[in-house]
């Protein structure tokens, strides 16, 4: 057929320009006088052929535009990876990206970063230590773009190659979906070890000797301290990452950290000291083994002039901070021993909010806030939304009534079992509009896609903990709602909070009012609801407890009760259900009808 002939035909031209472009190439490695950019030109085209036949061998009709390809081709990293970023939906390498990539995967140097939240830090340190964990490998085993299914499906590991570093369990599940995701084709093995899971399953994980491990300071010391003998054997070790170095501070993980700092060999350690101590390790034979690099990842950078100054100047940075000193980030640098003429890649603004956040306020009383909550839930609820507490109290009452209120709400707090916390931030991510509602342990590092809404049901302490709850929203480059609901003692910390960040003119968000008679008919319904539930749950759980203590301490608990007394508290209990099933079935009755405006009342409250 005709269709058929054409696609031959592209085909055909295709396999001929190929074949034009290894000519070319023959005639620059025979002519020495080659221009440096038609060498480049060259080293292009070879990339384009090295994905285009890859997405032939896959069968995908996955077509990379030229610009496309320049955006990932400029910082020259390996067709592989640039597979891997396409596939993922990056088409373009973000400025943090931009900055790091250069100086951690091809000159070798040590990086210091701080970028907005959001801003694709992981990867800046993750695709360095894969492209020359690439190159490393294909000076041994002479791994080619051809070999791509055999890289596939290799399954032997190696010594440890990198050890990252970060703060919470849920940021290094984070951190390791994420470089597993780049490095799918790669064969190199990323596995994450943090507490709160099985130690023996841990375990088992290291035994398969993975290249990269990403951990919490607690449990890798644990298991460094027992002696686990791939954590142990840090000989090979190339790339050692502090990620959210800032937070590391906060969270008091000092005596880890400098414990785990210790262990690591010097980075200034000889190559051929390097390489006799890694000679019976095959996948690093005969390489020449590089010093190994520091990585420290902040959401805010504050350095010393002179230790700027330092590191621009080449000097050495004396590697003399103690646990008690690890109080900034320029301490923990120089505790990691952070090289000389390590790179500094600050691009942190002002405000150090996210570009495209949008930032709105609503003033109203305590009482009201749960109103105005539902109100942003139902009728602007588009997309993922977290709505962030500073108490536990605060996060138990609202998930409690807007469950009541048919909103399925998923929570994430410090007393949750670790097991649970991880299910919640999995079924986060699934739900396209799922609600979650978070302590500010949270807050800071885990990336989510298309979280349309920040809602701060109760303001921060701080302004640190402000930016990192809105980062949560306005991610790589997209639009996203911050909205604070602000009360008349909230209003002199709210304010401070908009100078610090230089945003004086925060606009208030609007509240259309004439939703607000039916919001409150179910309001009122469901804190009833809520109110004798929870009363009901206290006297279950109040009885339950003394019956087990009863019975661990051999009593017979006597019924204090006399027989009119026991009557008449099974009257009230029958009467407090009907009640309940009444007031249940009567907000089921609201709830099977959509959220509807009616004429403004001036009972109702002010947004």
Not at 20 to 43: L, Q
Not at 315 to 324: G, H, I, N, R, V
Not at 440 to 459: S, W
């Amino acid at each position: 057929s005709v269709a058929e002939s054409e696609e031959e035909g592209e085909k055909g031209e295709k396999k001929g320009k190929r074949k034009k472009r290894n000519k070319k190439k023959r005639k620059v490695k025979d002519n020495d006088s080659e221009s440096k950019e038609d060498v480049a030109d060259d080293n292009v085209e070879d990339m384009q052929d090295d994905i285009e036949n890859m997405e032939q061998d896959n069968k995908e009709e996955v077509k990379l535009g030229e610009d496309e390809l320049y955006a990932w081709l400029e910082l020259r990293l390996h067709p592989l990876l640039i597979k891997a970023m396409h596939r993922l939906g990056f088409n373009e390498p973000t400025p943090i990206q931009k900055a790091c990539i250069p100086a951690g995967a091809h000159q070798g140097k040590d990086v210091i970063g701080a970028a907005e939240t959001g801003s694709g830090k992981t990867l800046a340190f993750g695709l360095p230590i894969l492209q020359r964990l690439l190159e490393e490998r294909e000076k041994t085993t002479r791994l080619h773009v051809e070999d791509e299914k055999a890289a596939e499906g290799s399954s032997t590991g190696g010594p440890l190659r990198a050890l990252i570093l970060t703060p919470t369990r849920e940021l290094a599940k984070q951190v390791c979906d994420h470089l597993k995701e780049a490095a799918k084709f790669l064969g190199i093995h990323v596995v994450p070890i943090v507490g709160g899971l099985s130690m023996e399953k841990q375990e088992r994980l290291l035994k398969k000797k993975p290249e990269i491990v990403v951990g919490t300071p607690g449990r890798l010391w644990e298991l460094m301290s027992s002696g686990n003998q791939h954590l142990v054997e840090l000989h090979s070790l190339s790339f050692f990452v502090l990620d959210e170095a800032d937070r590391m501070i906060e969270r008091g993980h000092f005596k880890e950290v400098q414990s785990i700092i210790e262990m690591l060999p010097l980075s200034n350690s000889s190559d051929e000291q390097t390489v006799k101590a890694t000679s019976s390790c095959e996948t690093v034979a005969n390489l020449q083994i590089k010093k190994r690099q520091t990585f420290v990842f902040s959401a805010t950078l504050a350095l010393s002039a002179n230790f700027r100054k330092k590191l621009k100047r080449g000097l050495s940075t004396s590697k003399t901070a103690t646990a008690d000193d690890l109080s900034s980030i320029e301490a923990l640098s120089k505790q990691a021993g952070m090289k000389p003429n390590a790179e500094i890649v600050d691009l942190t603004n002002a405000s150090i909010l996210p570009e495209k956040l949008e930032e709105s306020f609503i003033e109203c009383s305590d009482d009201d806030k749960d109103a105005n909550l539902y109100y942003i839930l139902s009728v602007h609820g588009q997309g993922r939304t977290i709505v962030f507490c500073t108490s536990i109290s605060a996060l138990r009452h609202i998930s409690s009534l807007l469950r009541t209120l048919g909103i399925n709400v998923l929570t994430n707090h410090a007393q949750m079992q670790q097991r649970a916390r991880m299910k919640a931030v999995d079924r986060f991510r699934e739900g396209e509009n799922s609600v979650l509602v978070a302590t500010d342990g949270f807050a800071r590092g885990m990336d989510f896609d298309n979280v349309r809404t920040v809602i701060h049901y109760q303001l921060p302490h701080s302004s640190d903990v402000y930016i990192h709850r809105s980062g949560r929203t306005a991610r790589k480059s997209l639009t996203g709602c911050s909205i604070a609901l602000i009360s008349p003692a909230d209003k002199a910390k709210f304010y401070s909070l908009c100078k610090s960040f230089s945003k004086e003119n925060v606009q208030q968000f609007p509240v259309d009012q004439a939703y607000m008679p039916a919001i409150m008919n179910r309001l009122s319904l469901a804190r009833q609801i809520d109110k004798i539930s929870s009363k009901n749950s206290k006297e279950n759980a109040n009885k339950s407890w003394l019956q087990r203590n009863a019975e661990s301490m051999g009593l017979i608990l006597e019924a204090s009760d006399s027989e009119e007394e026991r009557v008449r508290g099974h009257k009230q209990r029958k009467a407090t259900s009907a009640q309940l099933q009444k007031l249940q079935q009567d907000l089921n009755e609201l709830l099977q009808h959509p959220l509807q405006p009616k004429t403004f009342s001036r009972r109702y409250l002010a947004g």
